[in-house]
């Protein structure tokens, strides 16, 4: 092997060359699947690189309940008698996965140096790639069940209870906690689920507990929205570590506003270029009066306010106001805003099995482009 090449983990297992076993180690590096035996005097080696691999199956048979068989291009290799096999079989997974990435991206493996080191007293067989491995499982997960952006990495997670106000009860769930977001999903699939950008957060304590509310933490956003979560094992330590967190995110805002005062100076000409165009065009519509062009407007103070009440209430309407589509637009609409007087407004709402439901019945056009960054993960 290169000297680059880089050890995950091994394995004790069986290889089936032929109808032989061969009782060895399979070895699980970055690049490459490696089995070795020596028994009896008889030695069976087996490298496969993991981009030549097309299928990973973990099958059962009468012989051996658990068996992984590993396909390539031109063969098949079969290996059995596994301690853990889930856990093999799931790294062997995200290695393939890895690889195939690393086809489509030409990007190298890089190890996470964020990670904090490992303790002396660590079990051996855990090794400092295996758990980078685990974490970006872990992370990925994440994301994708919150769509949140690629570069999102999942500090912690914790059971606890939500409490919703919409149907007053207290959902049991998860909380998840990263380096720019809380999230929630509950333990019922589509019941209710959160995302709150900490960006968004204002202020994160700890309420009083009771027994029946035992270990509570409140958290209120901008849009004057209150999250009360209860249950939580280790509370004091979510409260520390969300508070790190949110100092970062304060950190950045600040920063990214001093870089952007440095254009004031262009916003402000832009600013006076806009208000002398206003002034030109009003200029220009009391020209227009002057030569007998007025027009008609109802918010004009020289119409009585009785007239403009009837012109509102009784103005001739189009015929395009009688489509059945527009219709159709309007009654969604007004869906959606009932939606956001039970269930919250913005990226911070509560979002149900009834928001999806809304959303597969159609997004109005109104409504499309804040929908659309709200629901793709965008926001």
């Known amino acids: 092997m290169p000297e680059e090449e880089k050890l995950v983990n091994y394995y004790s297992c069986s290889y ?50 658990d068996m992984i068989k590993v396909s390539t291009r031109s063969s098949e290799h079969f290996f059995s008698v596994f301690l853990n096999i889930s856990e093999t079989f799931k790294l062997m997974e995200q290695l393939a996965n890895i690889a195939m990435r690393q086809l489509l991206d030409n990007e190298g493996f890089e190890q996470d140096r964020s990670l904090p080191k490992l303790k002396k007293k660590s079990p051996k067989k855990v090794s400092a790639l295996k758990r980078d491995l685990d974490a970006r499982a872990k992370s990925e997960r994440y994301r994708s069940l919150f769509r949140l952006p690629k570069d999102e990495k999942l500090d ?38 959160l995302i709150i950008p900490l960006r968004e957060v204002t202020i994160v304590e700890k309420a009083d507990s009771s027994s029946v509310l035992p270990s509570p933490l409140s958290i209120s956003t901008k849009n004057r929205m209150t999250f009360l979560f209860a249950n939580l094992k280790d509370r004091d330590f979510l409260v520390q570590r969300i508070s790190d967190f949110l100092q970062q995110t304060t950190s950045k805002i600040y920063l990214e506003r ?43 103070n020289g119409i009585p306010t009785a007239t403009q009440a009837l012109m509102t209430m009784y103005r001739q309407r189009s015929p395009e106001e009688f489509n059945p589509k527009l219709a159709k637009e309007f009654l ?34 109104s409504m499309r482009g804040e929908l659309w960054l709200l629901f793709s993960g965008r926001c």
Not at 258 to 284: C, P, Q, T, W
Not at 345 to 361: A, P, S
Request: proline content about 2%.
């Open 16 to 65: 089936w060359k032929g109808k032989v076993p061969r009782q060895g180690w399979m070895y699980l590096s970055i690049n490459h699947l490696c089995f070795y035996s020596f028994l009896m005097g008889k030695e069976a080696k087996l490298v496969i690189r993991w981009v030549d691999i097309t299928q990973l199956e973990k099958n059962a048979t009468l012989l051996f309940p």
């Open 258 to 300: 001093n870089l952007s005062g440095s254009y004031v100076s262009s916003d402000d000409e832009v600013f006076m270029r806009s208000s002398s165009l206003i002034s030109a065009s009003s200029h220009k519509s009391l020209i227009c009066e002057s030569e007998g062009e007025r027009q008609f407007n109802l918010n004009d």
């Open 332 to 365: 969604k609409e007004q869906a959606w805003k009932i939606h956001f007087a039970e269930y919250g407004q913005g990226v911070c709402m509560y979002r149900t099995e009834k928001t999806r439901d809304l959303v597969l019945k159609g997004i109005p056009e």
């Open 156 to 193: 912690g997670h914790t059971n606890c209870t939500l409490w919703t106000p919409f149907n007053k009860m207290h959902i049991l769930g998860q909380m998840f906690v990263s380096t720019n977001y809380i999230c929630f999903t509950s333990k019922e699939e589509n019941l209710c689920s």
